[in-house]
T-cell receptor, first 113, second 109 residues
Framework: DAGVTQSPTHLIKTRGQQVTLRCSPK?????VSWYQQALGQGPQFIFQ???????QRGNFPDRFSGHQFPNYSSELNVNALLLGDSALYLC????????????FGPGTRLTVT | EDQVTQSPEALRLQEGESSSLNCSYT??????LFWYRQDPGKGPEFLFT???AGEEKEKERLKATLTKKESFLHITAPKPEDSATYLC??????????FGPGTRLSVLP
């Protein structure tokens, strides 16, 4: 049973550029959430997708956007990158119901220079 | 606003020395409290979900408990491979996960 997968593993971008990160959920899961984790901190919720729509959003600017595809995979897009966007980006998948446990992928390490 | 705190920030134990990690939370209506383990540079690994005060869950050397305001992760006779950051997260009904900052555990041989 494949778990949550993310690509790429590492990414280096220049300030002002745009980036797209990808996530495939655990088999059978239909909900995908994205988190940003700065070094030494807990993950911060960015947004959650269900049925190809953004269902909830955390306190992140509009530069952060996403998409969910019919096969439940998801993308996170960040425009106009800032140095402060450097972090580990985590994707988590879950069932809509009855269990809400979220299972995380290995993350994408984004470095903005 | 939801708030989750964890203590201590870091903990160093000798192999076999049991201890507890604390997660304190303030939410209006708790849907669930979740414990994760995270190794450096990797994604969090799910450990437990607790739903109501008085509930307990066990897995190998780990035992999680829940009260109305806090949760404890008890580690019995830890081994060096238990070294990791332990994260707790709370979910209010209809809301997303809110994570604490984590406790960095080091178990020395």
């Amino acid at each position: 049973d494949a778990g949550v997968t993310q690509s790429p593993t590492h990414l280096i971008k220049t300030r002002g550029q745009q980036v797209t990160l990808r996530c495939s959920p655990k088999s059978g899961h239909d909900t995908v959430s994205w988190y940003q984790q700065a070094l030494g901190q807990g993950p911060q919720f960015i947004f959650q997708y269900y049925e190809e729509e953004e269902r909830q959003r955390g306190n992140f600017p509009d530069r952060f956007s996403g998409h969910q595809f019919p096969n439940y995979s998801s993308e996170l897009n960040v425009n106009a990158l800032l140095l402060g966007d450097s972090a580990l980006y985590l994707c988590a998948s879950s069932f809509t119901a009855p269990s809400y446990e979220q299972y995380f992928g290995p993350g994408t390490r984004l470095t903005v220079t | 606003e939801d708030q989750v705190t964890q203590s201590p920030e870091a903990l160093r134990l000798q192999e076999g020395e049991s201890s507890s990690l604390n997660c304190s939370y303030t939410v209006s209506g708790l849907r669930g409290l979740f414990w994760y383990r995270q190794d450096p540079g990797k994604g969090p690994e799910f450990l437990f979900t607790l739903y109501s005060a008085g509930e307990e869950k066990e897995k190998e050397r780990l035992k999680a408990t829940l009260t109305k305001k806090e949760s404890f992760l008890h580690i019995t006779a830890p081994k060096p491979e238990d070294s990791a950051t332990y994260l707790c997260a709370v979910q209010e009904y209809g809301q997303n996960f809110v994570f604490g900052p984590g406790t960095r555990l080091s178990v020395l041989p």
